[in-house]
């Protein structure tokens, strides 16, 4: 499957559409939800990762997230439309991303909980210079009592061969106030090839303060994110609006 599935991918890369540490709970069975992403670069770089590509600096990314619980372990997703408001105030489609998540059952009951999570994304060639990416993502955590360590372990490919797969992972730790309320902080980074990482200084690493609301079948996640490299975005604003349906 790895072989099927990873490859080389480009370091270059504009923005992302999906800013979010996963903790393998899914949606129940036979049921549907809503995850709408919006990300917002209010000091970021003004200059295109690759020519051609979309400015960070005050560009607005968003998808509606549509996630389909088909078991107690497996999840399907569609990212229909991943779009930028760019800072002219265009309108662009970017991508469609589907995605497969497999998980161990019941990961909010558990100590220990695991998953994995695989993507495939349709480009346009302003948002990647290739047609077609994926994503693995490894999922690893712990519950203890009203703490939560989660790490993403994640490689991206061009399906263009195994010696350049990226390594961007993710990290979350979490304190759960109560029932609904928790905070947070997360890291992102952008290491680059898993065989030859990036110069300490080209590599991007951005920290995230987080605040979680939700209760049973809605939530709300908003994040102030703060660029840690010359390579990164200096400022980046998330919010997450999560629905069952």
Known sequence: ???????????????????????????????????????????????????????????LNGVPEWAYGVTQWLEAGLYLPIYTITRDGELRFDAAKLRALLVVPHAHDRTFFYGVNFELSYNEPHWDPSR?????????GLHLGRFDLIV???????????????FVPA????????????????????????????PSE???HTLFAVLD??????????????????ASDKWVIKLMLMRDL
């Open 1 to 59: 499957m790895l072989a099927t599935l990873c490859g080389w991918m480009s370091l270059a890369r504009a923005q992302t559409d999906e800013i979010q540490v996963y903790d393998a709970e899914i949606t129940a069975p036979g049921h549907f939800s809503l995850t709408w992403h919006n990300n917002f670069t209010p000091a970021g770089r003004t200059e295109p990762a690759f020519p051609g590509g979309i400015v960070p600096d005050h560009a």
């Open 213 to 230: 609301y939700g209760g049973s079948n809605h939530g709300v996640e908003f994040g102030v994110g703060r660029g840690l490299t010359a």
């Open 202 to 204: 080209q590599q991007s």
């Open 152 to 166: 993403n372990p994640i490689v991206d490919t061009d399906f263009n061969g195994l010696d350049n797969l990226e």
């Open 132 to 140: 077609f990416t994926g994503e693995i993502r490894g999922i690893v």
């Open 171 to 198: 990290i979350r730790a979490a304190w759960n106030l109560n029932g609904k309320l928790a905070v947070a902080v997360e890291e992102y980074a952008d290491f680059g090839s898993l065989q030859h990482f990036k």
